[in-house]
């Protein structure tokens, strides 16, 4: 049996990587899968291209683990599923002005974010509040296409807010463990909020990525 998180950035994917390992199941705790040329396997919707090296490196590495979290695994669900039948993914969310924000201010924070890969992913190397709503589309965009590819395989798909949600309750169910431990708060970060004049306002805690 294989487990995704197939969650975009900054909607709790390290926090599903921290339960994986909670759980004791062996996951791939390194998930860049990309040549020098940072050849990202990012197969649905067309995103990216691709080699045939970078797809075995990928589909070894499904073979070999039974957890996956963040790209390229999140954006290969359809491979995924194809090859690998008994897989089971998991769809991470947040609500969408918190995720924006969070997005937004962890780009700014040094070697955090790749830049050519927000660029892949939302069209832009910098997400300002210019794009918002282009960044913001192409998120929705990625997680319908999800749920409407899963529509007619309901079982092998579960979506959670990890903010808001009974997390143990519905993991322990679809994930057949019994989750006996505080569900994680993985990769928090405290950012400063500034006025329009660059003052500090205050310092708000992003949630998870």
């Not at 045939?52 to 990928?58: G, H, M, P, V, W």
């Not at 947040?94 to 939302?122: E, H, M, P």
């Amino acid at each position: 049996m294989k487990y995704i998180c197939i969650g975009q950035p900054k909607t709790g994917t390290k926090t599903m990587a921290k339960i994986f390992n909670l759980l004791n199941f062996k996951v791939n705790n390194n998930p860049l899968c990309f040549n020098d040329n940072y050849d990202f396997i990012l197969l649905d919707n067309n995103i990216s291209y691709y080699t045939n090296d970078s797809i075995l490196k990928c589909h070894n590495n499904i073979e070999t683990f039974e957890a996956f979290h963040d790209y390229p695994y999140s954006f290969n669900y359809e491979y995924i599923n194809d090859n690998f039948p008994d897989s089971k993914f998991i769809l991470t969310i947040r609500d969408i002005d918190t995720w924006f924000n969070s997005l937004y201010n962890y780009q700014y924070i040094f070697g955090a974010v790749n830049k050519n890969l927000l660029k892949k992913l939302y069209g832009y190397n910098i997400i300002s509040l210019e794009n918002k709503t282009d960044v913001i589309s192409k998120y929705n965009e990625y997680n319908t296409n999800i749920i409407k590819y899963f529509h007619n395989k309901p079982c092998k798909l579960i979506i959670l807010d990890l903010t808001k949600d009974n997390i143990k309750n519905k993991l322990s169910d679809f994930l057949k463990k019994n989750i006996d431990f505080e569900i994680p708060h993985e990769n928090k970060q405290t950012y400063e909020i500034l006025t329009p004049n660059n003052n500090i306002l205050n310092k708000e805690a992003a949630n998870i990525i």
